[in-house]
C-alpha cells in the first residue's frame, strides 16, 4: 500500500530547490497500511520513543486505516499529516489532544496499550526491536511505511514529518459526534517551503 507513495516521492529531484516560502502546489493523500488496535487508544510520538511519551487519543478497538497526506513543492515533497481512522468513514477534525516533539524527523502511529505490556514485560526484547528500526539503512524514498512488532503480534507506522524537527499537535478525528480516530500535523494546509509557524 505505500508503493504509491514511493513512486509519487521518486519524482521529486530536489533540484532546483524550491523557493524559501513557496506555497505547496498540490496536496494528496495515500493509504499506507491497516493497523489493528486491540486495546483502547492510539498513540503518536517521535519514531524513536517509547509509548510513555506518546500523546494518546481514546478509540474504539478495530482496524485503523492509517494514511499520510503529502504535499509537493514542485522538485521536493514533504508529508503534511499521518492519519489513522476506522475504514468507511470520512471524519472531521475535532478537538486537539496533545503535543509531541520530534528529534529524528519521524514520528509513530500505534496501539499504545499493547506496544506498553510489550515494553514493561521484556525490556531486552523491546529495546533488540527499537534497535533494529533505528538502525535500519536510510532509504529516501521510505517516507512512509509498516514496521511488525512481532514479539507483540502488532506493529507501529511511522512518517517523516514535514520539514523535519519539531513540536506537532494530536487532534481527535470525528463523525457524527464519535471519536473514530486521529491526526498528526506537520504542516499547515498552505504553509510555505521550510516556512515554520511561530
Given at each position: 500500500m505505500a508503493e504509491e507513495l514511493r513512486n509519487y516521492v521518486s519524482q521529486f529531484t530536489y533540484s532546483p530547490q524550491p523557493e524559501d516560502g513557496a506555497p505547496?502546489?498540490?496536496?494528496?493523500?495515500?493509504?499506507v497500511a491497516d493497523l489493528p488496535i486491540r486495546?483502547?487508544?492510539l498513540g503518536f510520538c517521535d519514531a524513536w520513543a517509547t509509548p510513555n511519551d506518546a500523546v494518546t487519543v481514546d478509540v474504539p478497538a478495530g482496524t485503523y486505516e492509517v494514511h499520510v497526506e503529502a504535499f509537493s513543492y514542485g522538485t521536493d515533497g514533504r508529508i503534511a499529516r499521518l492519519m489513522a481512522y476506522l475504514p468507511g468513514v470520512t471524519p472531521i477534525r475535532g478537538k486537539a489532544v496533545g503535543e509531541f516533539g520530534v528529534d529524528v524527523a519521524t514520528a509513530a502511529v500505534f496501539d499504545v496499550e499493547v506496544l506498553e505490556r510489550f515494553m514493561d514485560s521484556d525490556e531486552?526484547?523491546?529495546e533488540g526491536w527499537i534497535d533494529e528500526y533505528t538502525m535500519r539503512e536510510y532509504d529516501e524514498l521510505d517516507r512512509a511505511g509498516l514496521y511488525p512488532c512481532p514479539g507483540a503480534d502488532t506493529a507501529m507506522v511511522y512518517c517523516s514529518t514535514g520539514f523535519g524537527d519539531g513540536s506537532y499537535q494530536v487532534f481527535e478525528l470525528v463523525r457524527d459526534g464519535l471519536v473514530v480516530g486521529a491526526e498528526a500535523v506537520f504542516l499547515t494546509p498552505d504553509q510555505g517551503y521550510f516556512e515554520y509557524d511561530d
Open positions: 505547496p502546489l498540490e496536496r494528496r493523500q495515500f493509504k486495546g483502547a487508544c531486552a526484547a523491546w
